[in-house]
């Protein structure tokens, strides 16, 4: 089980948004995190924990391993108000995600 | 440039079957796995079922949907399929098929925009 903390955020552009998700048993660096718009698709920005997908701004980074994992954003930009979910690969199946964290503006 | 685009939704009542098709352009659609994930409205989202790239084949279901749905891909049209059926409500969702790596590697770089399955008398 995946659960991310906080449910909400509130913040304003410019500020460092941090997000955890947390593994109920260690996945150890399979994680994942996605951004999701209204509307829209999720989009993968990290994977491995750390490894930036293609394209992804460099103001996006992510940490950890095993049970505890962190997305920071340094310094929001207006297009990154979403829903951030995490996603886990190493045990499966079933692949599972996180119940999602809502970045909204403060 | 890598692009799935899905398609098949649409209202059908419980008990039904649908079948979903996702095209998939863009890249060597043999070498890759792939997967349907699935959105119910203002929910989060949740894993349906992955089908590992054409040397593996294997094939795999969450629980809420084995044996009711089966997952294949037509190599030759570049299309993924998603046979659903023994319909129920709890089943409305947009469905997403996404990209994975090779192999078994459920690492989702790319999704489609969605279809939208609505499970209603």
């Known amino acids: 089980v995946l659960t991310q903390s906080p449910a909400t955020l509130s913040l304003s552009p410019g500020e460092r948004a941090t997000f955890s998700c947390r593994a109920s048993e260690s996945v150890f660096s399979y994680l994942a995190w996605f951004q999701q718009k209204p509307g829209q698709a999720p989009r993968l920005l990290i994977y491995d924990a750390s490894n930036r997908a293609t394209g992804i701004p460099a103001r996006f980074s992510g940490s950890g391993s095993g049970t505890d994992f962190t997305l920071t954003i340094s310094s929001l930009e207006p297009e990154d108000f979403a829903v951030y979910y995490c996603?886990?690969?190493?045990?499966?199946?079933?692949?599972?995600f996180g119940q999602g964290t809502r970045l909204e503006i403060k | 440039e890598v692009q799935m685009l899905e398609s098949g939704g649409g209202l059908v009542q419980p008990g039904g079957s649908l079948r979903l098709s996702c095209a998939a352009s863009?890249?060597?659609?043999?070498?890759?796995?792939m997967t349907w994930v699935r959105q119910a409205p203002g929910k989060g989202l949740e894993w349906v079922s992955s089908?590992?790239?054409?040397?593996?084949?294997?094939?795999f279901y969450a629980d809420s949907v084995k044996g009711r749905f089966t997952i294949s891909r037509d190599v030759s049209k570049s299309t993924l399929f998603l046979q659903m059926s023994s319909l129920r409500v709890e089943d409305t969702a947009v469905y997403y098929c996404?990209?994975?790596?090779?192999?078994?590697?459920?690492?989702?770089?790319?999704w489609g925009p969605g279809t939208l399955v609505t499970v209603s008398s």
């Open positions: 863009g890249f060597t659609f043999t070498t890759y796995a």
């Open positions: 089908i590992a790239d054409s040397n593996d084949g294997r094939t």
């Open positions: 996404a990209k994975a790596g090779t192999g078994t590697d459920m690492v989702f770089h790319s």
């Open positions: 996603q886990q690969r190493y045990k499966w199946p079933p692949v599972t």
